[in-house]
């Protein structure tokens, strides 16, 4: 079994040394556990934080733990009726190759395939940052048919969703993304009504172009310069999900990091709290997979993935993740 494990907090951008490849002992399962097999390991920006040795709103990842994250897995050895030989699952696996667990811990939720459903878009559109777009726009943002919605990291999983539904509810919707090749797609496949490229060095006007009614519904995936665009265009009464502000993330410990709330902190009314998935609409989440497969199998979702191959290229593939050079939902295939 190898495990991709934190060896030292990175200081900044991740280093050669931070996040190290071992080879660990699969735990025997006791009564009620299951040992599973991950097939595919999702990487999301969440995961740079919980480095740092900062309590956020979960604890951090302790020093020769493997790093967290959610997985596709099939159970391969069960000790448990919950859950039997040959079942699929996601699950809080960490980046490693087998993971023993209790059937019934938290966040296990069994797969029930849908056709026209692939297996890994359960940890993207169809699963945890889908059902965050979903949630966040939904119960935060609540669009209003005609309303001029803008989301930040546009082609990636949340932002996919979150255009997308919006779409589906009447609204205006303007992605912002980074190069030209994104903001065609999100606007060409995804079906957005314009998208803003914030590399191309003309973001304020550009926005402004683009929202020509102002912005009622700004969904916050990034921070930072994006959102000192959107400000001065957010009309009275705007909403603001504030879901992650990814820009921020590698920053080092001795930076001052300006987050959403800062900039935004002259707005009325100002966003209310940052939310998290993990800890709300928890009794919602197989319903809203439900709606969103759904949707994916009748081709009203559309996605795009971005694909490493192995364990050993998940460490690139994450650092790639946080300066945007994946495509869509960032995925490790590790087993078939
Ligand atoms: P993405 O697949 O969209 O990947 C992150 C993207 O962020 C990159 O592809 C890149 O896109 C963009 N990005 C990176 N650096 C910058 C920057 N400096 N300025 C602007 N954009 C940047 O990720 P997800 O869809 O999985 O997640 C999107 C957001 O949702 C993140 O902030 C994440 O933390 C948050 N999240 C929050 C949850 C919650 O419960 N609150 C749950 C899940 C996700 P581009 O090339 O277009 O810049």
Not at 298 to 312: F, N
Request: charged share 25%; hydrophobic share 35%; net charge negative.
């Amino acid at each position: 079994n190898r495990a991709i494990v934190l060896k030292q907090r990175p200081d900044g951008e991740i280093q050669e040394g931070d996040l190290v490849m071992e080879e660990r002992p699969v735990r025997e399962p006791q009564e009620g556990e299951v040992v599973a097999q991950v097939l595919w390991l999702s990487l999301d920006p969440y995961m740079r934080p919980r480095m740092n040795d900062a309590k956020g709103y979960m604890d951090p990842i302790k020093i020769g733990d493997p790093i967290v994250g959610e997985s596709v897995a099939r159970i391969v050895e069960s000790r448990s009726d919950k859950l039997k030989v040959g079942d699929l699952v996601t699950c809080y696996s960490g980046w490693q190759e087998y993971v023993t667990f209790p059937a019934d811990a938290p966040m296990v939720y069994k797969i029930e395939q849908k056709e026209g459903v692939p297996l890994q878009t359960y940890l993207g559109v169809a699963g945890m940052p889908g059902r965050t777009g979903y949630c966040g726009l939904t119960y935060v943002g609540k669009p209003q048919k005609g309303e001029t919605v803008v989301v930040s990291a546009a082609s990636g999983p949340v932002g996919t969703v979150v255009g997308q539904t919006a779409k589906t509810e009447g609204c205006h919707v303007v992605g912002v993304a980074g190069g030209p090749e994104k903001c065609s797609y999100v606007v060409d496949e995804l079906g957005f009504d314009a998208c803003v490229d914030y590399k191309a060095g003309n973001l304020e006007a550009d926005l402004k172009a683009a929202c020509p009614n102002g912005i009622d519904i700004y969904y916050e995936n990034v921070g930072g310069d994006v959102t000192r665009a959107v400000a001065p265009l957010l009309n009275p009464g705007a909403r603001v999900p504030i879901c992650g502000y990814v820009s921020a993330y590698n920053a080092k410990s001795t930076d001052k990091v300006e987050t959403p709330f800062d900039i935004l902190k002259r707005l009325d009314p100002v966003p209310e709290h940052r939310f998290f998935l993990v800890t709300e609409w928890q009794d919602r989440h197989q319903e809203i997979t439900n709606l969103l497969t759904d949707r994916i199998a009748s081709g009203e979702i559309k996605y795009r993935e971005t694909v490493a191959e192995g364990l050993e290229n998940a460490v690139e593939a994450f650092k790639g993740m946080l300066k945007g050079k994946n495509f869509g939902k960032q995925l490790v295939h590790i087993a078939d």
